[in-house]
């Protein structure tokens, strides 16, 4: 019954805001202005990359900017290209009531909207957090808003729950897909929907080097490099496994492996370990803390650690500068290849099939985490993907520029 009343209360918000938008008299000569929905809390490089990037190519199209987040503080403060900010904190505490009611009016002072849809859009991570934003995304569709779902992807397993409020959205909503596996499973899943072939919005971030510790680790590599090293980017990361051993075992087979690629190479090998995400619960520096403190006394003059957060945009202006990049983390990955600079990636939920398919790419590129658990098929793929890095470069550099023509699709 509360459910029911719920649908029902939702529904007559959805209409009394179709009802606001046809009466309203300010959309006709309204400026452009776009509200970007943020896909979780601050803290994910990756989201950072997604939100920055959409918010600088807006401005470049002349709109004005707000971003919708979670936060009781103002979240990503320090991104430029935002001009107000818009909190929700209490959105999925109260089920969203107030907001929705708030929203009614706030939704006539914009022409568009954009939800950085991400991986959160099948429900993998959090259905009550993926139905929050469907809602609202849902909400400024009935509102009038041009209204768009950016560059998302669908995981090998789904929510069910959360693929039919996907597949019931307004039919403005303007579905974007960021990779042909996705896509794939997006029409079997709700074929009743158009869509759009897009790529990752990250992938036209523009490379910045504002942090001085990052503009510190560039100079290490230079520095490597002129040594005539290869320099290697390393990402571990506690995203792979649901059990802390696991991890443990990865991070142990790591500790194995690059020593062991460092004496193949005759010490001509250098690595730079790279944390992606910062947020408490799901924290890659802890990992690779460990993981430095394991191997520099192996590799004392040949290991680099940034110990610090960064700038998304900060991130891949230095990853142009190294020789390959082993991660498992979707967006250095992106970070990489628009760079044009080689990857090699443990893969998880059946996302970087479709992200290697942007570039032609093989998935001999690829590693599973069981399989990077043993430190001998680590080894060798590692050694594999160093062995074809200039030829992976080359073909990164001829799709490149199709990859950011698809990117820009995302933006109605």
């Known amino acids: 019954m509360k459910t029911f009343l719920r649908k029902i209360v939702f529904n007559l918000i959805l209409n009394i805001s179709r009802v606001w938008n046809k009466i309203s008299l300010h959309r006709t000569n309204k400026q452009l202005r776009a509200m970007i929905l943020a896909p979780s ?214 500790a194995k492996a690059l020593p062991e690629i460092y004496s193949k190479y005759e010490q001509k090998i250098s690595f730079i370990l790279i944390p992606h995400d910062f947020r408490e619960y799901n924290n890659d520096l802890k990992l690779l803390s460990e993981l430095f403190q394991q191997l520099k006394n192996q590799l004392p003059d040949n290991l680099y650690l940034i110990d610090k957060a960064f700038m998304a945009s900060d991130m891949k202006g230095m990853v142009e500068y190294l020789d390959l990049v082993v991660t498992a983390r979707m967006h250095l990955s992106i970070a990489c290849l628009g760079q044009g600079t080689p990857i090699g990636c443990l893969v998880y939920q059946g996302k970087f099939e479709g992200l290697f398919n942007h570039f032609q790419l093989k998935n001999n590129d690829l590693i599973s985490p069981e399989d990077a658990l043993d430190e001998e098929q680590l080894l060798l793929f590692i050694d594999q993907c160093i062995r074809k890095r200039l030829t992976t470069k080359v073909v990164i550099s001829n799709e490149l520029r199709n990859v950011k023509h698809k990117s820009a699709q995302n933006i109605c």
């Open 41 to 254: 809390w601050e803290g994910s490089i990756g989201d950072e990359a997604v939100i920055d990037s959409i918010s600088y190519q807006l401005k470049e199209k002349g709109y004005s900017t707000t971003l919708i987040h979670f936060g009781e503080k103002k979240e990503w403060n320090y991104l430029t290209h935002i001009d107000e900010w818009h909190s929700i904190p209490k959105y999925f505490k109260s089920g969203g009531w107030n907001d929705h009611i708030k929203f009614i009016t706030i939704f006539t002072k914009y022409t568009h909207f954009y939800c950085m849809g991400t991986d959160m859009m099948d429900g993998c991570y959090a259905s009550w957090l993926t139905n929050g934003l469907i809602n609202i995304t849902n909400h400024a569709a009935y509102a009038g808003l041009k209204t768009t779902l950016v560059g998302f992807s669908i995981n090998a397993w789904q929510r069910p729950e959360v693929i039919r409020n996907l597949g019931n959205m307004h039919s403005s909503v303007r579905y974007c897909l960021r990779d042909d596996v996705s896509l794939k499973r997006f029409k079997e899943l709700i074929p009743n929907k158009q869509t759009i072939l897009t790529a990752d919005m990250a992938f036209l971030l523009e490379p910045t080097f504002k942090a001085d510790h990052i503009t510190s680790a560039a100079q290490w590599i230079k520095k490597q490099k002129e040594d005539n090293q290869l320099v290697i980017g390393i990402n571990v990361n506690p995203q792979l496994f649901d059990h802390p051993s696991k991890t443990e075992e990865l991070k142990q087979s790591f």
